[in-house]
């Protein structure tokens, strides 16, 4: 690892010192932490927040200014969640109170921050702010303020540690866990580290901090201007502290881009990406220019909240700049009523003001004859008229925008049966309907390249989220695409034609030509052999590649007959739970099968709550069967795999396989289609209907990942190219992990190159061809493993995201006699010596030993930190005198028998006739004692045996008192905790400590005291 004082320096000159920089550049103020004078425990400028409220609200009153000053710094709240939303919504929509303003009492608005015109607030960053609770001290590396109110946290880590954003969210969580008053106010967490940089709302876990890849409004070139690196390429966190952080942006995202969404009795408070709010910005700008246009973001990236955001926007701001928009009408139209459910469900649960559902066209004329401020929710099969018939207009409005979910053809056109003639389609109705308004569409799909109807309905695009870049921000995972079963497959080219479901433009005989075919389809995919075969391989399968990671599986059928076929089928077999999700039909026979899998939407929203979440003792439902429902609109990150068998084209099928690319956990790396109906042929025309580079990346075969695989194999072989293959296994590994493994940045590099050789081949398996890398992964694995346990690495395993390869490896290092360790091994268990004794060098013996002793020394460090301070040092000492050659590995090895002894303090404890507990106590008196009679001059102080009984009773004494007052949950009692530090004074009094010495160690021996009682 590098030096410790080296990452301090890195830290500051590479991320903390060029981030105040670049806030100076965006006219913050600056404030040194070390140099600001305030209260220990407040968090607030209560100078600037006080000057500033009087300023935007200068009819204040000193009572007045008083109570709003209160109205923000004292929060009453059950917890962090719940006080942190209460002040959000007092930032964002004010706070009223009386005051006579001399017509009398009255409710007047107070505002805390200006955000129609940000020049007005005062902004303001701090490094090394510290703040202090009765517990803790935090020091945050840097606090960002507006009108003196903390609304962002961020810590700097230096770009050479192995992983500095974990690093960084880690401590935040930290600060978080040990002043949870200071996030009252926050909203931003960010982690820095110079080539890295991610964000996150106050409560979002690791793996929703995310990266801000593009600068807005400024583009990369001329943001490198404007902070003076014309001509370089820019730091990741230069671009994201200018787009989070420049005045006009921070106050943006604060007042419209973050909500508090209620899902499952919980509440989320979610932030918006980098590409939800670049496109909700071009949104308006677009109507600034008196137009509409077209949102493409890829299916699964957050297209609702995308939604949501704009319209809070507009709500929040009431005047659109640049446009006579003022507190307009939001009608947001969808073409399947799940969606509109879906997305109305969004607005409602994000706490959107006042949300309608519009349930029929009467409400919906009824509600457009007046519509200023009003959000409404349809779906387009309202604006629907007889043949022949124009629709009413129902409003001349101006003031109306329509945000219309995935707008491709489905919006026009084919209502009336004519795709190319919106003369008598759906869109034409509605713009009879309300001819002024504002058209923006949303779609999780590209307009193909013959769709000319999307533009002159709606306009060019305002922005694209293509697939590759929504792969590689982590917003969505890779698709990828298998046929299994070729046998089984339903869909020659004779009755492909069955499922072009629009048969408008055929004449009467064709139209009763494709009737017959679909008989025949009908015959052949609902047959119950053929859905047999297709269970037992889903079984297989699942058992096989998808359960064992924990994920979950839709089965997508080709009727609602078939979907009760392959639930029986399922069950009969012994399948994993499963439910069956479909629509009912007045038509079914009352005694039909079908009828006991009707369900009430309550009961379907409580199945598809239950497979949202994870495997439990309670939850094993594993499938969903499903025919046309929850295709598009339903997100279940849990499920990795659709089993298809159902014909799907264009738009659809790339709609329905979306719904498995939501990422999850860590090895959710990609989701699964499995073809069971022959569908390669309509996934390559779906794709071929769009440009080419809309659609890159979007879908992938999953045997595209066996010459990846081949590729990273032979990425992690170069690693070991100069080791000779001449040795035993044994020290073959050995030999990897101690010549070529030794420094940490080839380890970090390994690991990379290892962890992305087993994620492709955890992809692969269950399928054959998995087999060929199988000596690799063994012996890769080993060498992993084994670098792991000689050097003590803490972190998590990079196999723990990789269930399958895991079981893989461990399995043949089981056959092999190799114990594979769980949990850590523990210096003083016979495992470990076992470990040291299979070594095949005394070189090898002596690393092993080495790296644990000092990881022993960091894990046990608090529990007596002046006996390992002095151990560490000891160890240092010999590592050192080995690595210059001045001691064999022979006689380093036998030192480091003897320091490994040491560490079991209980030994060294007991000759002092003392726990290890009591002997901590006397080791932090002792060193105390030795400097405060050593002075300011550090004179060398030797200890008679009187003053060893003395320091021993004193401290026997001491401990004994604070064991008897550690009560239960005594360290989040102030007041218990002040009683300990007077009993610690005054024991240290009795051997004759000042004031000023017994009052700094009495907090040293009470700190020492939380890690032992």
């Known amino acids: 690892m590098a030096d410790e004082s080296q990452l301090q320096i890195d830290e500051y000159t590479l991320v903390e010192k060029p981030a105040l920089d670049l806030f100076e550049k965006l006219g913050y103020n600056y404030i040194d932490g070390k140099k600001l004078k305030k209260e220990p425990q407040q968090f607030f400028l209560l100078d600037i927040l006080k000057r500033k409220i009087q300023e935007i609200n200068p009819w204040l009153d000193e009572v007045g200014l008083n109570k709003a000053v209160r109205e923000i710094t004292v929060v009453q709240a059950a917890s962090l969640v719940e006080a942190n939303e209460l002040l959000y919504y007092k930032l964002v929509n004010y706070t009223s109170f009386k005051q006579d303003l001399g017509f009398g009492k009255k409710s007047q608005t107070v505002k805390f921050i200006d955000f129609d015109e940000p020049e007005k607030n005062e902004f303001t960053v701090v490094n090394q702010f510290y703040v202090k609770n009765n517990d803790f001290t935090i020091i945050p590396d840097l606090v960002v303020f507006v009108n003196g109110i903390p609304l962002a946290v961020l810590e700097c880590k230096s770009p050479n540690l192995q992983e500095p954003i974990d690093e960084a969210i880690s401590q935040l969580f930290g600060y978080r866990e040990k002043n949870e008053q200071f996030f009252y106010p926050n909203q931003l967490l960010v982690a820095l580290a110079r080539y890295r940089a991610t964000y996150a709302s106050t409560f979002s876990p690791a793996k929703y901090f995310l990266e801000w890849k593009k600068p807005y409004p400024l583009n990369e070139r001329d943001l490198a201007v404007f902070i003076g690196k014309e001509g370089q390429e820019l730091p990741a966190q230069d671009i994201l502290l200018y787009s989070l952080f420049s005045k006009e942006n921070f106050l943006d995202i604060l007042r419209s881009y973050i909500v508090f969404e209620t899902e499952n009795n919980g509440v989320n408070k979610k932030l918006c990406r980098y590409n939800q709010y670049i496109a909700s910005n071009k949104i308006l700008e677009r109507m600034a220019e008196g137009k509409g246009g077209v949102i493409w973001h890829t299916q699964g990236s957050g297209k609702s909240l995308t939604m949501t955001y704009t319209a809070l926007k507009i709500r929040r701001i009431e005047k659109v700049p640049g446009t006579s928009l003022e507190n307009p009408c939001i009608l947001i139209v969808t073409d399947r009523n799940d969606l509109d459910s879906q997305i109305s469900g969004t607005f409602k649960n994000c706490s959107f003001p006042n949300p309608v559902p519009v349930e029929s066209v009467e409400q919906l004329k009824e509600e457009l004859k007046t519509p200023i401020g009003k959000t409404l929710f349809t779906t387009i099969q309202k604006f629907t008229s007889k043949n022949g018939e124009t629709y009413p207009e129902l409003s001349r409005s101006e003031n109306i925008i329509v ?5 491709h053809r489905s919006q026009y056109g084919k209502a009336a049966g004519k795709e190319n003639s919106s003369s008598l389609g759906w869109a034409l109705n509605m713009r009879t309907a309300i001819p002024n308004a504002l058209f923006i569409g949303f779609t999780g799909t590209p307009i193909d390249k013959n769709d000319k109807s999307t533009r002159r309905e709606f306009g060019d695009y305002i922005d694209r989220y293509l697939p590759k870049q929504s792969i590689a921000d982590g917003a969505t995972v890779q698709i990828k695409y ?17 499922f072009d479901s629009e048969f408008a433009d055929y004449t009467d005989l064709e139209q009763e030509t494709i009737k017959e075919k679909a008989g025949k389809y009908k015959t052949i995919a609902e047959d119950e052999d053929r859905i047999r075969v297709i269970c037992k391989d889903i079984l297989e399968h699942y058992t096989t590649a998808v359960r064992p990671e924990g994920f979950k599986a839709q089965i997508v059928t080709p009727s609602r007959d078939a979907a009760v076929t ?18 009912s039909s007045p038509k079914d026979d009352p005694h039909a099968e079908i009828r006991k899998y009707y369900r009430t939407k309550a009961q379907q929203r409580q199945i598809i709550k239950k497979f949202r979440k994870p495997f439990d003792e309670d939850n094993k439902l594993a499938f969903l069967i499903v025919c046309d429902m929850l ?9 990795q795999v659709m089993y298809l068998d159902k014909p799907l084209r264009e738009h659809n099928l790339m709609q329905a396989v979306a719904r498995v690319n939501r990422p999850y956990t860590e090895n959710k790396t990609y989701g699964l289609i499995i073809d069971y109906c022959g569908i390669s042929k309509r996934l390559k025309e779906a794709l071929d209907i769009f440009n080419e580079g809309d659609i890159a990346g979007y879908l992938e ?15 992690v072989k170069r690693f070991f ?10 020290e073959y590994v050995d030999r990897c992990v101690l010549d070529v493994l030794s420094a940490e940045d080839t380890r970090i590099r390994f690991e990379r190159a290892f962890k992305e050789f087993v994620a492709l081949v955890n992809n692969i398996i269950p399928n054959p061809e998995a087999n060929r890398f199988r000596q690799d992964v063994y ?20 196999l723990e995201a990789v269930p399958k390869a895991k079981a893989l490896i461990h399995e043949y290092l089981e056959s092999n006699g190799i114990t594979v360790f769980h949990d850590p091994v523990s210096i003083y268990s016979s495992e470990f010596n076992d470990i040291v004794n299979k070594k095949t060098s005394a070189k090898a013996k002596a690393s092993l030993i080495q790296h644990k002793v000092r990881t022993t020394i960091s894990n046990l460090f608090n529990t007596n930190p002046i006996y390992y301070t002095s151990l560490r040092e000891k160890l240092e000492k010999l590592i050192a005198e080995h690595e210059q050659e001045l001691t064999s590995t022979t006689d380093f090895l036998a030192d480091l028998d003897r320091i490994k002894a040491e560490l079991d303090v209980d030994v060294v404890a007991r000759k002092h006739g003392m726990s290890r507990e009591e002997f901590a106590v006397f080791q932090m008196v002792r060193a105390a004692y030795i400097q405060l009679q050593a002075g300011a001059e550090k004179a060398s102080v030797h200890l008679t045996e009187e003053d060893e009984k003395k320091l021993a009773g004193v401290s026997l004494s001491l401990f004994s008192a604070l064991n008897g007052l ?20 005054r024991e240290l009094y009795k051997i004759d400590f000042d004031i000023e010495t017994a009052e700094r160690e009495s907090h040293n021996i009470l700190n020492l005291a939380r890690n032992l009682l």
Do not use: C
């Open 403 to 407: 945000f219309a979910d995935e707008a």
């Open 482 to 498: 298998q046929a299994r079963l070729p046998k089984v497959h339903i869909l020659g080219s004779e009755l492909d034609v069955a």
């Open 566 to 583: 392959y639930k029986r089928i399922l069950d009969e077999l012994g399948a994993p739970e499963s439910e069956i999700i479909i629509s």
């Open 631 to 639: 295709l598009t609109g339903f997100d279940a990150p849990i499920e």
């Open 701 to 715: 075969h999953l045997m595209d990942d066996v010459p990846k695989a081949e590729q990273a194999a032979n990425k």
């Open 721 to 730: 190219k100069d080791v000779p293959t001449t040795y035993d296994s044994a």
């Open 779 to 798: 012996l890769y694995g080993r060498i992993y493993n084994a670098m792991r346990t000689n050097y003590s690495i803490k972190a998590p395993s990079v």
């Open 966 to 985: 550690a009560v239960i949950d005594w360290r989040q009692k102030p007041e218990q905790q002040k009683i300990m530090l007077k009993t610690i004074k």
